[in-house]
């Protein structure tokens, strides 16, 4: 199966795991633990009030480099049976040990994920041809669709558009999580591939939008879903006016939940909500009472206030 012709210019972009998507944090107990009650009922949240047509469990925003194998086995069982029913499990199963990330794709495909987030390796810095290696190991190993994640500024080397037209080629590499922040590059692979592409920046998803991207990954989504989707179907619908008057209004908390490390305010946003989020794991650190502050004026800028 292959992706290398354009869209055709009538029907909107191909969207396998929906439009809203959020990268889910996830709850710890007091002690430091995986909470699951919690992440089941954040999960039914996310979903069933947030509108959320799929989650990510066990990325970044998830702190996946501090869980271990066995914890995210059972966040994704435990998600995955609150709302697997109505949403899609996408697990974050990407390392930068190809050995280890197939490993992880295995678990993930048995514990019941409905797809695969598998980011860039990240330090070791691998050319081309080895992420061209690397990604194609693991969608041979699986029979889940795959979401590669771009993500350049935090893994070191940006996966190349020559690179991601000959992935795009692969029957089980489906869609790309775009973090690099290159809008031509983007707009490139889209014309070139059927690969679905979600904004990885929340401040960006309307513009991706506009060059024929599927919807957002998105961070501030804990928070802004129902009004994100909204955007999202309002851009589709052909009313540009709504959609750029949500992104603005959105706009504070777009890029407000990424002024320190995005999951130390989710975590602390959730918790002024009273939903299930607890602390966060070393080498994040919870955030400041003056964070909180900025947070809660983040939030009542975009007129989503936190309880106070």
Same mark, same amino acid.
């Given at each position: 199966? &292959?992706?290398?012709?354009?869209?055709? =210019?009538?029907?909107?972009?191909?969207?396998?795991?929906?439009?809203?998507? &959020?990268?889910?944090v996830? =709850?710890?107990?007091?002690?430091?633990?995986?909470?699951?009650? /919690?992440?089941?009922q954040?999960?039914?949240?996310?979903?069933?009030?947030?509108?959320n047509?799929?989650?990510?469990?066990?990325? *970044?925003?998830?702190?996946?480099?501090?869980t271990?194998?066995e914890?995210?086995?059972?966040?994704? +069982?435990?998600?995955?049976?609150?709302?697997?029913? +109505?949403?899609?499990?996408?697990?974050?199963?990407?390392?930068?040990?190809?050995?280890?990330?197939v490993?992880?794709?295995a678990?993930?495909?048995?514990?019941?994920?409905?797809?695969?987030?598998?980011?860039?390796?990240?330090?070791? @810095?691998? =050319?081309?041809? /080895?992420?061209l290696?690397?990604? *194609?190991?693991?969608?041979?190993?699986?029979?889940?669709?795959?979401?590669?994640?771009?993500?350049?500024h935090?893994?070191?080397?940006?996966?190349? *558009?020559?690179?991601?037209? @000959?992935?795009?080629?692969?029957? +089980?590499?489906?869609?790309?999580?775009?973090?690099?922040?290159d809008?031509?590059?983007?707009?490139?692979v889209l014309?070139?591939?059927?690969?679905?592409?979600?904004?990885?920046?929340d401040?960006?998803?309307?513009?991706?939008?506009?060059?024929?991207?599927?919807?957002?990954?998105?961070?501030?989504?804990?928070?802004?879903?129902?009004?994100? @989707?909204?955007?999202?179907?309002?851009?589709?619908?052909?009313?540009?006016?709504?959609?750029?008057?949500?992104? +603005?209004?959105?706009l504070?908390?777009?890029?407000?939940?990424?002024? &320190?490390?995005? *999951?130390?305010?989710?975590?602390?946003?959730l918790?002024?909500?009273?939903? =299930?989020? /607890?602390?966060?794991?070393?080498?994040?650190?919870?955030?400041? /009472?003056?964070?909180l502050?900025?947070?809660?004026?983040?939030?009542?800028?975009?007129?989503?206030?936190?309880?106070?």
């Open positions: 199966m &292959t992706h290398d012709h354009p869209a055709a =210019p009538n029907r909107g972009p191909s969207r396998p795991f929906g439009r809203l998507i &959020t990268a889910m996830t =709850p710890f107990a007091p002690d430091g633990g995986l909470d699951s009650d /919690g992440a089941a954040l999960a039914r949240h996310l979903v069933d009030e947030q509108g047509d799929a989650l990510v469990l066990n990325g *970044t925003t998830g702190e996946s480099p501090t271990t194998d914890e995210k086995e059972a966040l994704i +069982r435990t998600v995955v049976e609150a709302v697997g029913d +109505r949403a899609r499990i996408i697990a974050g199963v990407g390392t930068n040990d190809t050995r280890h990330t490993e992880l794709a678990q993930a495909e048995k514990a019941g994920a409905h797809g695969l987030l598998v980011v860039t390796p990240y330090y070791n @810095k691998p =050319p081309q041809a /080895g992420l290696r690397h990604f *194609t190991t693991v969608a041979d190993a699986t029979g889940l669709p795959v979401m590669l994640y771009d993500i350049p935090r893994s070191g080397v940006a996966i190349a *558009t020559e690179t991601l037209v @000959k992935l795009a080629e692969h029957g +089980r590499i489906v869609a790309v999580k775009d973090a690099k922040g809008v031509l590059a983007t707009s490139e014309s070139r591939t059927d690969l679905a592409y979600y904004s990885g920046e401040a960006l998803t309307l513009p991706l939008l506009s060059v024929g991207a599927a919807g957002v990954v998105g961070t501030s989504t804990h928070f802004t879903g129902v009004q994100t @989707k909204q955007m999202i179907e309002a851009f589709e619908s052909g009313d540009n006016a709504a959609a750029l008057a949500l992104h +603005r209004r959105l504070p908390l777009y890029t407000g939940i990424f002024r &320190t490390q995005g *999951t130390i305010l989710v975590k602390a946003g918790t002024a909500q009273g939903l =299930p989020a /607890g602390p966060v794991r070393p080498p994040l650190v919870d955030a400041t /009472g003056d964070e502050v900025q947070l809660r004026a983040d939030c009542a800028a975009a007129g989503l206030p936190l309880p106070e």
